[in-house]
């Protein structure tokens, strides 16, 4: 497991870096909504639709509504700033059913699927449209940074978790998490700005407002994580799918994302 695990990072990691760096926004887009329309499947079993018509269903709706989103956002610029406010609405919600569903208070509302569905497009959909926003107006280096400032954030909760983890984050929700590795997320992605600032030589306060920028960006991203646990454990399954060797499925990797996209782009628009 761990061998199939490192071997599809190293083929994957250095294939994205090098879309994001040197394909047109467009191009990625289209390679983002592939992306997105496998999470769609991955999430469309996850809210109970379990015939291939239904699961097809869930995924042509995703990818009609994405078109039709994307046309309407293209009209004015100020739109997107206005989804991108309505997404991050949604996560403050998303809390708090985590918070309730920690307490064993909102249980049975959850197993509707029609309620998992229209989740589904609150999660996936701002997360395409974040990333694609962020590498046609920022650039492919702010996109990268993104990315990397998750991947460390998750690695720090990791190791931090294993060695010094007592404290329990949510049990009920995902019991592997503690309050040890948020700490080891803050910290390594606080220490990963610091080099980015050296290395873009932004000036304060910009420099100041994107290190809390990058603290809440992280504790975005642990949200979207534990949204998808909550789910996957109502389900009763562990991987979203088997499509990555060693890692799972789409949403598996992306999960954090889905949270911390569309947080970071509004914060970012109001810092550059």
């Known amino acids: 497991m761990l061998k199939q695990r490192i071997l599809t990072a190293l083929i994957l990691i250095p294939l994205v870096v090098l879309a994001i760096l040197y394909l047109p926004t467009t191009t990625l887009m289209l390679l983002f909504a592939v992306v997105l329309g496998l999470a769609a499947w991955e999430w469309s079993r996850i809210a109970g639709w379990q015939e291939t018509a239904g699961q097809l269903f ?13 046309i309407f956002l293209m009209q004015q610029a100020d739109r997107m700033q206005i989804f991108l406010w309505v997404a991050a609405a949604w996560w403050l919600l998303a809390l708090f059913l985590v918070w309730q569903y920690q307490f064993s208070k909102i249980t049975q509302l959850i197993n509707a699927r029609w309620l998992k569905s229209l989740m589904g497009f609150l999660i996936l959909l701002p997360t395409w449209f974040a990333l694609s926003h962020l590498h046609q ?33 949510a049990k009920r929700v995902s019991p592997g998490k503690t309050w040890e590795g948020v700490a080891g997320a803050v910290v390594s992605s606080l220490l990963l ?36 646990s909550l789910f996957k454990r109502q389900t009763g399954i562990k991987d979203s799918s088997q499509l990555l060797p060693g890692h799972g499925g789409i949403l598996d990797r992306i999960d954090s994302l889905t949270a911390a996209a569309p947080i970071f782009v509004l914060g970012l628009g109001f810092i550059l």
């Open 58 to 70: 869930y995924v042509a709706a995703m990818a009609l509504i994405l078109w039709d989103l994307n």
């Open 137 to 169: 107006s920022r650039g492919g280096d702010w996109l990268l940074f993104l990315l990397v400032l998750i991947w460390t954030a998750d690695s720090g909760a990791y190791f931090a978790g294993r060695r010094w983890g007592k404290h329990k984050l």
């Open 193 to 228: 700005t610091l080099l980015w600032l050296w290395w873009s030589n932004l000036a304060m306060p910009a420099a100041l407002w994107l290190l809390l920028l990058s603290v809440l960006t992280v504790l975005a991203s642990i949200l979207g994580d534990l949204l998808e």
